[in-house]
T-cell receptor, first 113, second 114 residues
Framework: NAGVTQTPKFRILKIGQSMTLQCTQD?????MYWYRQDPGMGLKLIYY???????DKGEVPNGYNVSRSTTEDFPLRLELAAPSQTSVYFC????????????FGPGTRLTVL | DAKTTQPNSMESNEEEPVHLPCNHS???????IHWYRQLPSQGPEYVIH???SNVNNRMASLAIAEDRKSSTLILHRATLRDAAVYYC???????????????FGQGTILTVHP
């Protein structure tokens, strides 16, 4: 299994541009999450999904959108990029909540200039 | 969400044991205690988790206080590769509005000296 994969690894955007961060997992996990991590800080939850077709906001959803059309894919869309969105973005998945492990992707480092 | 408190940083020497403390005085009866770590420039990785009893795995041991208000992650013989940020997190159950999200604090930066 590849686990959780994310593309791209790095990206530089200009203010006002849009982009989609891709996330795919091959473990047939129901739950998927998008986090962002600012320098020297812990991770903050942007959006999550409990299954295909079901998504909901986390702590910091403003400026982002998600969709979950399949179990495997959970893309994160940035509309009208702003410098405050400069961060490292991590996608994660887990089979079930409570005891189970959450698996993280390698991250996408995004800079908005 | 119940909160955890960890020291900002700790230091250890290679091949010595490391005890990383975590306080979680407002833990609820159904919260699991999870430990993740994040190596430089990588995503977090699972270390260990437990509910009430002490737990061991190939990476570490988790000692949970009898009242569950604190726990300690134990690395039995630290290596240079164990230098990372260690996060102690309370894992919420499904149901309600939490949906199993992990709430990350700032964690403990572990430095391992050769």
């Amino acid at each position: 299994n590849a686990g959780v994969t994310q593309t791209p690894k790095f990206r530089i955007l200009k203010i006002g541009q849009s982009m989609t961060l891709q996330c795919t997992q091959d473990m047939n996990h129901n739950y998927m999450y998008w986090y962002r991590q600012d320098p020297g800080m812990g991770l903050k939850l942007i959006y999550y999904s409990v299954g295909a077709g079901i998504t909901d906001k986390g702590e910091v959803p403003n400026g982002y959108n998600v969709s979950r059309s399949t179990t495997e894919d959970f893309p994160l869309r940035l509309e009208l990029a702003a410098p405050s969105q400069t961060s490292v973005y991590f996608c994660a998945s887990r089979l079930r909540v409570g005891a189970d492990t959450q698996y993280f992707g390698p991250g996408t480092r995004l800079t908005v200039l | 969400d119940a909160k955890t408190t960890q020291p900002n940083s700790m230091e250890s020497n290679e091949e010595e044991p490391v005890h990383l403390p975590c306080n979680h005085s407002t833990i609820s009866g159904t919260d699991y205690i999870h430990w993740y770590r994040q190596l430089p420039s990588q995503g977090p990785e699972y270390v260990i988790h437990g509910l009430t009893s002490n737990v061991n795995n190939r990476m570490a041991s988790l000692a949970i206080a009898e009242d569950r208000k604190s726990s300690t992650l134990i690395l039995h013989r630290a290596t240079l590769r164990d230098a990372a940020v260690y996060y102690c997190i309370l894992g919420t159950n499904a149901g309600g509005t939490s949906y199993g999200k992990l709430t990350f604090g700032q964690g403990t930066i572990l430095t391992v000296h050769p």
